[in-house]
């Protein structure tokens, strides 16, 4: 039928994030391969770069037998590759390339994609060059890849790359290799981003700001030239959120061909009664790491709170968030303790030894340690934004504040000396989740809390939290009875934000037990029709998309 979709037979995806855990991308990609993985088997390849060279990556496994002769082959065109499985769900097959060889012909491959598609890397610094080699690198691997084992079938291949950091590569498959259709998915303009992080208002004056002269403004230009010239060459261009295609639209003058909301897989959410043991350990271990900071004893009633996420202080909304625990705690009609904590990774330099030394001890404390807020050392601890703000509010958890914040500056991988919980055994824990973000393109936070039954606050100028006022489709915002908050947010409205916050709180402290397990109930369903199997779909029509652009430059050719 003329209206059936094009469905691939083999994909290759390469982002920075595979097999390398460092922010959202990696749990797109590792919570997908499952789903992907049951319809293309080993015909999806991921491809990552190799940093891991005579060290062991937990997250990968090699198997030298696997496509032996081909990386033999591949080592010969100068490539050098290691070939294994990703250690997630549906174990797909990974290349991991080396990508440091090509920092030698840098110029030449810059020049090239100057000429070819007007690239602008003259301005490049940071992290650049380092991502674009790795971006080529993955390029070539795709290439020799398809040379010795598909050119010669019939073979549906779709190459998608994500963020700018792949840009380059999907640029030369694009040109070395026609018969690949390409996508291309920006999970946040560079340039977007950077408005928002340098304070400057991005939403109302949208329309009116041109990519490229804030670039350069910015001091942002080869990550927006690569960003934009790859969204419009592409055969397929897309991104996460509707909130960030329109953000495309107006910064990198190109619509979006697909919009792919971020799903998840529900296998690692406990149930029944492993859920019920696994969220009294969380609640036991985050009162025993407050009592032991603070020296404060706190009821089984207490209300803990929680913000996580990247220390992106104004754009994850932490600065709201501390705002609003600081006008929570003159409001009157607080009659439960509140407990918040700030789950943020900073310039950590390791745990406290003296909170260590209390967790060794189920005693009960009665007075404070120094800092009473700090569950780790910091590096330049004066220049921290969290740390600042709450010298700014005169915060310091004394006994007569009935809202207590504690910051925790460290990732929660299970080692990080202090709560040795992963973030998931944590966040179980929580009985409300507050991501009270700025800039947002989509939202893993809220996702995830909500598919741990615990309801969140977010914001309007999140993906998620459109994607959550669309599910409710009443005209009105969700609520925090539907089991997420969305809370209107402008560029000029951080008062108003921090009130909600605050009259949503205290909402929460006001419900019996039986309204708060039907509300945690909402958010659980709710996090239902964000799993994969629903949003897969968005997937295959991108692919469609970039396909039937792929077919018919094959027969022009």
Excluded at 503 to 517: N, Q
Aim: proline letters at 4%.
């Amino acid at each position: 039928m003329e209206n059936e979709k094009i469905v691939p037979t083999f994909v290759f995806e390469s982002s920075w994030e595979v097999c390398n855990k460092v922010g959202g991308i990696y749990t797109v990609l590792s919570t997908r391969a499952k789903t992907l993985k049951e319809q293309l088997n080993d015909h999806l390849v991921f491809i990552g770069p190799d940093f891991w060279q005579g060290k062991d990556n937990p997250l990968f496994t090699e198997d030298s037998t696997m496509w032996a002769k081909w990386a033999k082959k591949a080592k010969g065109e100068g490539i050098n590759v290691r070939v294994g499985r990703w250690n997630v769900p549906g174990n797909p097959c990974v290349v991991l390339v080396d990508f440091t060889p090509y920092y030698v012909a840098k110029d030449h491959i810059y020049g090239e994609a100057w000429a070819a598609y007007g690239v602008d890397s003259l301005h490049a610094y940071g992290d650049y060059d380092e991502a674009s080699m790795f971006s080529y690198a993955a390029g070539r691997v795709v290439e020799s890849y398809y040379n010795y084992f598909l050119s010669k079938g019939n073979e549906r291949v779709v190459y998608q790359a994500h963020e700018w950091m792949t840009g380059l590569g999907a640029l030369y498959v694009h040109s070395h290799v026609p018969a690949i259709a390409t996508v291309f998915t920006t999970h946040a303009t560079s340039i977007g981003r950077s408005i928002a992080g340098n304070n400057k208002p991005l939403y109302d004056y949208l329309y009116a700001y041109n990519g490229n002269q804030m670039a350069q403004e910015l001091n942002m230009e080869a990550k927006h030239s690569i960003e934009r010239q790859t969204a419009h060459n592409v055969d397929c261009f897309t991104t996460v959120s509707d909130v960030t295609a329109k953000e495309c639209e107006e910064l990198l003058d190109r619509q979006c061909d697909a919009v792919l909301m971020n799903g998840f897989e529900s296998d690692f959410v406990p149930a029944g009664q492993a859920f019920a043991n696994r969220r009294r350990q969380a609640r036991k271990k985050l009162l025993h790491v407050a009592n032991a900071l603070t020296g404060m004893e706190y009821p089984d009633d207490t209300i803990i709170i929680a913000t996580s996420g990247r220390y992106e202080f104004k754009n994850k909304g932490i600065d709201v968030f501390l705002e609003a625990m600081h006008r929570l705690d003159w409001q009157q009609g607080l009659q439960r303790p509140v407990l918040a904590f700030v789950e943020v990774p900073a310039w950590v330099a390791g745990p406290r030894q003296d909170l260590q030394e209390r967790l060794a001890s189920e005693q009960i404390y009665t007075s404070p340690l120094p800092m009473p807020f700090l569950t780790h050392n910091l590096n330049d601890i004066q220049n921290d934004n969290v740390l600042n703000a709450l010298r700014m509010f005169d915060k310091s958890n004394r006994p007569e504040e009935r809202v207590k914040v504690i910051f925790v500056p460290c990732y929660l991988d299970g080692k990080d000396g202090i709560f040795n919980m992963p973030y998931y055994d944590v966040l179980i824990g929580n009985d409300l989740s507050i991501y009270a973000s700025y800039y947002e393109p989509w939202g893993y936070t809220p996702l995830e809390s909500v598919a741990f039954h615990v309801p969140c606050i977010t914001t309007s100028l999140s993906g998620f939290g459109m994607w959550a006022n669309k599910v409710k489709s009443s005209g009105t915002c969700s609520t925090l009875k539907d089991g997420v908050e969305v809370i209107r947010r402008t560029d000029y409205n951080y008062g108003e934000v921090a009130d909600g916050i605050v009259k949503s709180v205290l909402e929460y402290a006001a419900w019996d037990k039986k309204t708060v397990d039907k509300v945690r109930a909402n958010a659980a369903r709710l996090s239902e029709k964000a799993l994969w199997c629903h949003f897969i779909q968005y997937y295959y029509d991108a692919y469609d998309i970039a396909l039937r652009k792929a077919e018919h430059r094959m027969a022009l050719l």
